[in-house]
């Protein structure tokens, strides 16, 4: 019984690597779904499941970002260092903005005492150049 369950640590650790593969210096912001696309081409007997899970799993050992949306999908994210993004409310893409981190802003005002701030999230929402110019266009 034993040997089975190093067998499942070892799958799952390949599909770990597997998943954080397709992640590593993907700045494109899938979703869970497009990850499961991307997973089945080099491992077409992964589950739908297993992605997930792994995903989640490497959110909680701090390797990616879950970036979760106010409309559509969770969306994750490869890169390290804050940043802010920019979300289509149109076809849901998610882009990193130029906007540069603003690090006074994880510093409680006095109003706020007693209460630590670990970081912050801004999230854009508006149109992505392509969705502005469709709706131009119509």
């Known amino acids: ?19 954080a593969g397709i992640m590593k210096d ?6 869970a779904d497009e990850i499961y ?12 499941g297993t992605v997930y899970r792994n995903l989640n799993q490497l959110v909680e050992m701090g390797e990616i970002s879950k970036l979760t949306m106010p409309v559509g999908p969770d969306h994750f994210d490869c890169r390290e260092q804050n940043h802010y ?19 006074s802003l994880n510093v409680a005002p006095g109003s706020m005492e007693g209460f630590r701030i670990e970081g912050h999230r801004l999230l854009l929402v508006g149109l992505c150049p392509q969705c502005a110019g469709i709706e131009k266009n119509n």
Do not use: W
């Open 1 to 19: 019984m034993t040997g089975g369950m190093i067998s499942l640590k070892i799958r799952n650790s390949q599909q770990r690597n597997l998943i």
């Open 26 to 31: 993907n700045y494109d912001h899938p979703t």
């Open 37 to 48: 696309e991307l997973s089945r081409i080099k491992e077409p007997a992964i589950s739908r």
């Open 85 to 103: 993004h920019f979300l289509c409310r149109k076809c849901h893409k998610v882009f990193d903005t130029p906007l540069e981190y603003d690090d």
